[in-house]
Structure formats: structure tokens, C-alpha cells
């Protein structure tokens, strides 16, 4: 008379096929984390530079009044909503302003985690978005993409 029920054989079967099935969605699921650190950052230095565009567009061509260390001046006069700079880091990344004067704007965007961003992203005047090969800090060759 056999017992119904399930051999040692088979529930090693479905374990090792369930491990494998976790380890691809792991592995998945932090490159989804990757890209999605990755578009927030462009999507946030896509608007700096929307408001640097509205900025100079309200004051003659002009970027800046005169050399600038953070955004508040753009949220003053209502062209930008969140000064990023002041913040420190938003999601993984850390912004810098490189250079603000009145000819245009560096921002930068630096990986705080190598793990959970593949490079470090620049907007520069007009609203070129570069970024470097690496998510290294000390990266700084940034290139069109």
C-alpha cells in the first residue's frame, strides 16, 4: 500500500527551482533599482535646467544675477521648486554645483553607491545632459549619451 505525499527527491526538485527563479528576480530587481535611481536623476537635472531656462528667460538672457553656490535664488523667483543642492542627496545621488554666473550653469549629479548607479550624470547650459562611463565620485569625464 503506497502513502500519498511527495518523495525527498521531488521537494529537492521544487526547492532548487524556486532558489534559481529568487536568484534571477534578485538580480532583476536591482537593475530595475539601478535604472530607476538612474531616470530620477535626469528627470531632476532635466528640471534645474527648465529652471535655469525660465530663469534667463524672465532676466534678459541672464542665468544668474551673479556667481551662485546652491538654487534658492531660483526658487525666489519661482522658476525651480526644490532647491536639490541644499538637500544633500535625493535618492542616491548628491548634487554639486560646479559653476553658476551669468553666461550659464554645471550641475552635477555624484553616485553616493556605486552598487546602485552605473554613472554620474552633468547638466550643463542649454540643457546638455552628459554623463561619465563610471559611478565613481572622482569620475568627472562626462560625455554625451
Known amino acids: 500500500m503506497r ?3 511527495f518523495t525527498l527527491v521531488e521537494i529537492m526538485v521544487v526547492m532548487a527551482i524556486v532558489s534559481l527563479l529568487v536568484s534571477v528576480a534578485i538580480v532583476e530587481g536591482v537593475q530595475f ?8 536623476c535626469m528627470a531632476n537635472l532635466n ?19 551673479q556667481a551662485e553656490f546652491n538654487l534658492h535664488y531660483l526658487i525666489a523667483d519661482g522658476c525651480l521648486f ?15 554645483v560646479s559653476s553658476i ?5 554645471d550641475i552635477r549629479a555624484l553616485a553616493l553607491n556605486p552598487a546602485l548607479a552605473d554613472h554620474n550624470y552633468q547638466i550643463v547650459t542649454g540643457g546638455s545632459l552628459l554623463r561619465s562611463e563610471t559611478s565613481v565620485s572622482s569620475d ?5 549619451f
Open 47 to 65: 528640471a534645474i535646467a527648465s529652471g535655469f531656462e525660465i530663469y534667463s528667460a524672465r532676466h534678459a538672457g541672464l542665468y544668474a544675477q
Open 82 to 96: 526644490q532647491d536639490l543642492v541644499l538637500l544633500n542627496q535625493v535618492g542616491n545621488f548628491r548634487y554639486v
Open 140 to 144: 568627472t569625464d562626462f560625455k554625451s
Open 101 to 105: 554666473n551669468q553666461a550659464g550653469y
Open 33 to 40: 533599482r539601478k535604472q530607476a535611481n538612474e531616470s530620477n
Open 3 to 5: 502513502k500519498s505525499g
